[in-house]
């Protein structure tokens, strides 16, 4: 959801409020609700009619009959309304094409005055999406965070890629919860914590050996899902921008998602 501010003043740009943190974007990008009934029925979706993206990114089919929902990128944790057999029986045809083995989704447009619409839009059966958030086991959240294993990191979204706390926001909204957008503001989310910053390195190993796959480890300007232990080696997934050489000569622009052991140096 998003929240439009304040408009520049050559009006090409909106300061808007989204994901916990406003940001300069360009007008032409954004649709306008008519109402705050109209805004919050475009995302506050019942969880039966839910329907979640869970790869890191799906594309809609490109379409010649209907180009506002034509190869549209949904990324991991995109959540969807799923149309009712009703609104699907009263549509004549969904980009001129009938539902078969798809999916029939509410898809928000943007309409040629600028103001918020949607639109019946198709999603394919083989994409990796559900019907309903996914059950919240530590098999899912590994499988969803390799989902995008060896993806560019991209710092505050850049690239259409994830930066370290946007890969882990993405991965849990494929369950339901919503995290703030930044690791200052997910470290101080109310769940059971420990600042372990005074911990010797045997009391850390200790307490990660208590920990389940799909915590969340922060330092300070990075955080790591938590896969578990091996051989005396404890394992992290992540969206990495920097880390040392193996000689620590300098550092390499690692730049994606990578699998790492905690004793790899970060820049």
């Not at 032409?28 to 890191?56: F, G, R, S």
């Not at 928000?108 to 919240?136: F, H, M, Q």
């Not at 899912?140 to 060896?150: D, P, Y």
């Amino acid at each position: 959801p998003v929240m439009v501010l304040s408009v520049s003043a050559d009006e090409k740009y909106y300061c808007v409020y989204a994901s916990h943190c406003p940001g300069w974007v360009l007008a032409e990008d954004v649709a306008i609700c008519e109402d705050k009934e109209e805004w919050i029925d475009a995302w506050d979706i019942e969880d039966e009619d839910v329907l979640v993206v869970y790869d890191d990114r799906i594309f809609t089919e490109k379409s010649n009959a209907d180009p506002a929902v034509s190869r549209r990128e949904l990324s991991m944790g995109t959540v969807l309304k799923q149309a009712s057999d009703e609104e699907i029986a009263a549509a004549s045809g969904i980009s001129n094409r009938a539902g078969y083995n798809n999916h029939v989704v509410w898809m928000p447009v943007r309409n040629e005055d600028g103001s918020y619409g949607k639109t019946l839009a198709l999603i394919s059966e083989s994409a990796k999406v559900s019907e309903g958030y996914l059950p919240l086991t530590r098999e899912n959240i590994a499988m969803v965070a390799f989902n995008s294993l060896g993806d560019e990191y991209g710092w505050g979204g850049m690239l259409s890629s994830e930066d370290c706390s946007g890969y882990v926001r993405g991965i849990y909204k494929c369950f339901g919860f919503e995290m703030p957008r930044n690791t200052t503001w997910q470290k101080v989310m109310p769940v059971k914590g420990f600042d372990i910053s005074e911990y010797t390195d045997e009391q850390k190993m200790e307490l990660l050996d208590t920990l389940p796959l799909g915590a969340v480890l922060f330092f300070s300007g990075h955080e790591m899902m938590y896969l578990g232990h091996e051989d005396g080696k404890y394992y992290v997934i992540s969206s990495t921008s920097s880390i040392m050489n193996p000689d620590e000569s300098g550092k390499q622009r690692a730049r994606s998602i990578m699998i790492s052991t905690l004793d790899v140096k970060r820049a």
